[in-house]
């Protein structure tokens, strides 16, 4: 290892002295304490990505780069297969154009002639920036032959034909028609994810289809497409065969970490910055993490350290792409870098299969991913690091041979990931299934008979009916028919629990203020702590802090950007997230239209911050903690430990008895964030049904 990267002549860890890093790294005792994780050699480690084909050159004008796409070739045989099968599974590598050529083919065959084509996505990130590219690629812009639909964005207009959307979105749709009759083919892409949505759109789109056959309606073609997916399982489902699409990638070396790595992140930066003086200046690297804020982290940290060694001819430019981040900002890794400068994207798992960067030709793989699952035991939702899976895995390392041979670094050992799963469980069988249950009972199916791919289990729809009940969506939870509040609940594109704050709080007087509140918690942080001005930022957030908590504090922020003439200087003074600020907006926006449509009465409390918290209970009453004599919270329903999570304005401050928060983060601690301080005795007020679990 060159020790200018990495060790100072103290021996200390040249990280942990220059840069004021989150992550903690240990004083090293001796010079070579930090080295490289060793990585051994790849003799018998054969990627699956082998069958090199032709060098993929550097195309120069997309026209070029769409007909060099593998999925280009077989054009013919998928219209042939299109038109003679109502439904189609097709299997093809990352990259070789499922997402952006197929409905192109499908466009120009004619088939929306009668209805649109629809292609979801897990993830809006991947609607928004293929929808962009596909636009582009037609010479058109967004909105006209091509749109995107997203949570709180709809970019289509009648002129619309081909519309990527969310998986979420074409489910809420189908709740208006389960026939879904606007469509005249959907392809459900990226189907190895297997979200929960995704999962019970397999049901709707199937039974969509053969409803609008027996009823001699327009056909609706269903091609489902994935770059890994189990064709065995889904044939059966579908009942049809898979086709597979000859791939063009590259062998990919794969090289694991010798010994296991105590701290991924270093791990993958001194792989960085190792990579980034053996390898060629124009081979890109992709690092797999797993959230935002390791990611920006990392990102800041590269940045310093390259800004600080750079003596050389050569620079880097760092990206992040994350599902959270702004929509600008998601592009930005596509573009072409100046020469002599090496790419280096940092991303969570959507950059696996979703979306394709071109130039990777190194991968460093922390082996990590980030998953929110449900303890039906507790009733919370938990959002924990993982491992991947060995299909994850394979994908990952198989980003790097893309446009030529190409390099993956896992940190982690060969042996340890002979224990990962071989490919990630379906989200329902570990997801919080409230949402889904209830938008299963809008459209009037029964969750126990409805046709899944995989069916929940038992336990997690219990679960789901029993908040439901509480929720009062359902008559009970013994028998789950929905009730007319619930039915209201369902018209808000929000997790329930967010919907019933908006249903109650015309009762509490404080309708405008929830619109708000609501808005402000669906998107994602509006705090900027710069590492480097974390001082000057506390203090500019200090302004808003509310000695209720983080809900008010939220709202007073809020508040304020929306009276702020001059929102760009205000929040760039103030530390705050502009972009986060503005959908915040946006939100606000949709759900009082929702909300007048629904007839629900506008009122406003003012400063009377209890009517507001009162009407936080009225949904969030499962998040409810006390505060225990050796100083720390248990949950009222499920009794777990836990703590205040430092990011909280009631951090550090006097502890008060009982609080509300809005999620549960498990680290290494289970940790509350958002909170509220509430009164115990508005819990048996508000949600009559807790009074038994107070005691
Ligand atoms: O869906 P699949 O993984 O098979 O491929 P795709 O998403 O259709 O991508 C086909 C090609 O388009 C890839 O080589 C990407 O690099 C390129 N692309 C791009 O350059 N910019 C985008 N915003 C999206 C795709
Ligand atoms: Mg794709």
């Known amino acids: 290892m060159d020790s200018k990267y990495m060790i100072n002549s103290n021996g200390n860890s040249g990280l942990a002295s220059v840069f004021p890093v989150k992550r903690k790294i240990e004083p090293m005792k001796e010079q070579n304490a930090i080295k490289k994780p060793n990585y051994t050699p790849p003799k018998q480690q054969q990627s699956p990505y082998k069958n090199n084909v032709l060098a993929n050159n550097k195309r120069n004008s997309i026209d070029q780069d769409r007909k060099a796409l593998p999925v280009y070739n077989c054009r013919q045989r998928i219209l042939k297969e299109v038109e003679a099968n109502d439904t189609l599974l097709i299997m093809g590598e990352t990259g070789s154009g499922k997402t952006t050529q197929i409905p192109q083919f499908l466009l120009q065959a004619g088939y929306a002639s009668n209805g649109i084509i629809g292609i979801t996505q897990p993830r809006r990130v991947a609607a928004i920036t293929i929808a962009k590219r596909v636009a582009q690629e037609l010479s058109s812009n967004i909105g006209d032959t091509v749109g995107y639909t997203v949570r709180f964005e709809d970019t289509t207009t009648e002129r619309t034909r081909i519309r990527y959307l969310t998986d979420g979105i074409l489910l809420r749709e189908a709740i208006g028609d389960r026939l879904l009759r606007k469509y005249a083919a959907i392809m459900l892409d990226e189907a190895h994810e297997r979200t929960v949505n995704a999962d019970v759109l397999f049901g709707i789109v199937k039974e969509a289809q053969q409803e609008r056959r027996k009823h001699k309606m327009p056909k609706l073609k269903i091609i489902i497409t994935s770059a890994t997916m189990d064709i065995d399982h889904f044939g059966s489902y579908f009942n049809v065969k898979g086709m597979y699409l000859e791939g063009r990638t590259h062998p990919v070396r794969v090289m694991h970490a010798k010994e296991p790595q105590d701290d991924y992140i270093h791990a993958a930066l001194v792989t960085l910055f190792d990579i980034h003086r053996h390898e060629p200046i124009n081979h890109d690297v992709l690092i797999f993490l797993t959230g935002q804020e390791e990611i920006e982290a990392l990102a800041q940290q590269i940045r310093q350290l390259a800004r600080i060694n750079n003596s050389g001819p050569s620079d880097v430019r760092v990206f992040t792409l994350y599902a959270q981040l702004a929509q600008g900002k998601q592009l930005e890794c596509f573009l072409p870098v100046p020469a002599n400068t090496r790419k280096i994207v940092l991303a969570t798992n959507i950059a696996e299969t979703s979306i394709t960067i071109p130039g990777i030709r190194c991968v460093i793989d922390c082996g990590y991913v980030k998953e929110k699952s449900f303890n039906p035991s507790s009733g919370l939702d938990i959002l924990k690091t993982v491992r991947i899976s060995q299909a994850q895995a394979w994908q990952r390392s198989g980003r790097a041979g893309r446009d030529a041979p190409g390099k993956c670094y896992r940190t982690y050992t060969k042996n340890s990931m002979e224990f990962f799963r071989v490919a990630a469980q379906p989200e329902i069988l570990r997801a919080n299934l409230t949402s889904t249950v209830l938008q299963l009972l ?95 930022a506390a203090l500019a957030h200090a ?130 964030r958002q909170v509220t301080e509430i009164s115990i005795e508005w819990i048996e007020e508000v949600v009559p049904s807790m009074k038994y679990i107070i005691k």
């Open 543 to 672: 302004k808003f802090q509310s000695k209720h908590g983080d809900h008010l504090t939220l709202l007073n922020v809020f508040t304020t950007f929306q009276k702020t003439e001059k929102p760009k200087i205000w929040c760039h003074d103030n530390f705050l997230n502009i972009r986060n600020l503005t959908y915040a907006r946006n939100v606000r926006n949709q759900l009082a239209e929702i909300s007048s449509r629904v007839g629900l009465v506008s009122n406003s409390c003012g400063d009377n911050s209890d009517a507001v918290k009162k009407c936080l209970l009225t949904g969030l009453f499962d998040n409810i903690a006390m505060l225990q004599k050796e100083g720390h919270y248990l949950t009222l329903s499920g009794r777990v430990k836990a703590k205040i999570h430092p990011s909280s304005v009631l951090h550090g401050k006097y502890k008060p008895q009982c609080i509300l928060f809005t999620e549960m983060v498990k680290t290494e601690h289970n940790f509350l």
């Open 442 to 536: 809008a459209l009037g199916i029964d969750c126990t008979s409805f046709d899944f791919i995989d069916p929940p289990q038992q336990e997690g729809v219990q679960a789901a009916y029993k908040a439901l009940e509480q929720l009062g969506a359902i008559k009970s939870a013994t028998v789950p028919s929905i009730t007319s509040s619930g039915r209201l609940m369902a018209q808000y594109p929000l997790d329930p629990r967010y919907a019933k704050l908006l249903l109650s709080a015309p009762t509490f007087g404080c309708m405008e203020e929830m619109l708000s509140l609501v808005a402000a918690l669906s998107s994602d942080n509006v705090f900027i702590g710069h590492a480097d001005k974390s001082e000057l």
